[in-house]
């Protein structure tokens, strides 16, 4: 990939007009989260400014990114801004493995470190990076100003693009619900403020739907522009096809000879976009593994989720490139275990708790306790408990864990969130 494909993205931006903002996309955005009467929508949409927005070239470089690379008329029509560090690395967990000492090769592919260069240099990581490079692209595309998303108090989606959002100048606006607290929990609100996103409190789904409207024309009145709506996790076909091109990218560290083709992966199922994108990207691509999704809440609907979620994929990505495989992703494909969920989503689990303990300790590894620790339990469970003598295995680490706030005072924070430090 050169600068060529990346130049092609700028001009297709430019001379298409998307750098004008979009009203009509953004309620468009907003209608598939909250109902809106004619009413509505009609008001948010009256004498709403269409500004012209200035986009920096810079961050459509596309050096090195392999579903371009694979589909080269994607890369005109699919605009991707480069805010994380790719590929991240597939280590051996040589150590634990020893530790265990069931037989079985233990890798572990690093999304923990999608913004880490070094002590001196590290931004805001995880999985939600990959995500959000094709969303603020869409953002920017459709000359969006400000961006909101949904996410629990601890939401690692929502401190992701409030950082991400702040590196493209965008302003962020976070509507957030409660979760059971951890330090992780308490971390991250530090941080989205320190990301200078809004922050508001809405105690249930109903509340925030109201709250989503009401933030829509406050950001109207106030600044002049309709919001870039992002949903949960950032977890539709836009930010799915991230790990469309993470499941290519394994497939080269695979054929590079970084680890064998493993006979499972573990990944993380909670707003369904990772899971949807890898499936969709690892039939494509060519993997073979046996993929266990690992729930983090207990929901039924998730397999028929993804289901859905990876046709609306396939869909977009074969309207761009007609090369993209027509592929299909049936419930046969998807096989998830609630076995490891919990009571309830954020809440810490013993078998968790423990398989913390003993990352931490083999390899120097932090989880989180409401997605990559109970995904690792999962994991350690069929270790456990299956004949794994000579299989590969591996895990994929979602978790950020080297980013502290500089500011720890929460006073600084809206008075809603007080209670949580208290």
Known sequence: MNKYFASLVVIALTVSGLSNADPDYFVDLLQKQVALSPTIKTNLLADTQSKKVVIDDALFDTSDFILYEKFPQLCGSLPRIVLGIFPTPVMQASQFSDWYGNGAQIYIKRDDLTGYRGEGEKQFGGNKIRKLEFLLADALAHGAQTVMTYGCIGSNHATATAACAQRCGLRCINLLKPQPLSSVVLRNLLLMHEYGAQMILNPTNEIRSFQTICSFFQNKYVHGDLPYLIPTGGSNEIGAIGYVNAAFELQHQIERGDLPMPDSIYIPVGSCGTASGFLVGAKAAGITSQIKLIAVENNESFAQQIVTLCDLVVQRLRNFDHSFPALAITLDDVEITNNFAGERYGMATEAGNRVTRIL???????????????????????????????????????????????????????????????
């Not at 299989?391 to 080297?402: A, N, Q, R, S, V």
Request: hydrophobic share 30%.
């Open 360 to 422: 931490k300790d083999t390899e120097g590894i932090q989880l989180d306790c409401t997605y990559s620790a109970k995904t690792f339990s999962g994991m350690m469970y069929d270790l456990e408990h299956t004949d794994v003598r000579g299989k590969t295995i591996l895990f994929w680490h979602t978790f950020c864990d080297y980013i502290e706030p500089q500011e720890t005072d929460f006073h600084n924070l809206s008075p809603a969130f007080h209670k949580y430090f208290n």
